[in-house]
């Protein structure tokens, strides 16, 4: 859910909205859910699916980017949580608002042998400033985010550091300026 909510935004402030939004409880017509009472992320999801509170929860809490991306996806996750220990690229793609960037981010942090690049903007930039030809955003065709993503492994070996750590130096680098 935070991959999603933090494309193209502040990640902290995103973070933060996210948080929120997982831990209010939101009265119903009948009772209050409870956010603690659920067993994850995704029970709490549900919880709002079942009472029709995704979309105004959403906008409570200034999610942004509703109907082509965080109602869709949200809606899907309530409806078939994912295994976050046991899921494919395939699979996270397969979520609506869940591209490559997002599907490669989160497994570069959540699956320890995973090595693809999540090629955000931070990302691009570092590249293109190793010589690298890059787009303006995050490439669109398989081939152009394959061709980057080689790039991204091979700079990290380099360096003898896995994707996830040259990533993570990348982001901090980056985003402190």
Known sequence: MFGVLAAGKSSSVQAKKLNDFLSTPMPTKDQVLDPSAEPSPFGWLSALKAEDLIGPMARRHKLGKYTRVVLPCFRSLAEKPVDVMD???EEL????????????????????GFCGAALDTHI???LGGQGYEVPD????????????RRACREEARKRGMTTAELDSIIWKSKSKS
Not at 93 to 112: R, S
Not at 137 to 148: C, H, K, M, N, T
């Open 87 to 89: 899921t494919g690229l």
């Open 93 to 112: 793609k397969a979520i609506p608002g869940v591209g490559p960037k997002t599907a490669e981010f989160f497994l570069l942090h959540t699956d320890e």
């Open 124 to 126: 691009l930039d570092w």
């Open 137 to 148: 955003a995050s490439p669109q065709g398989e081939q152009d985010y394959a061709r980057l």
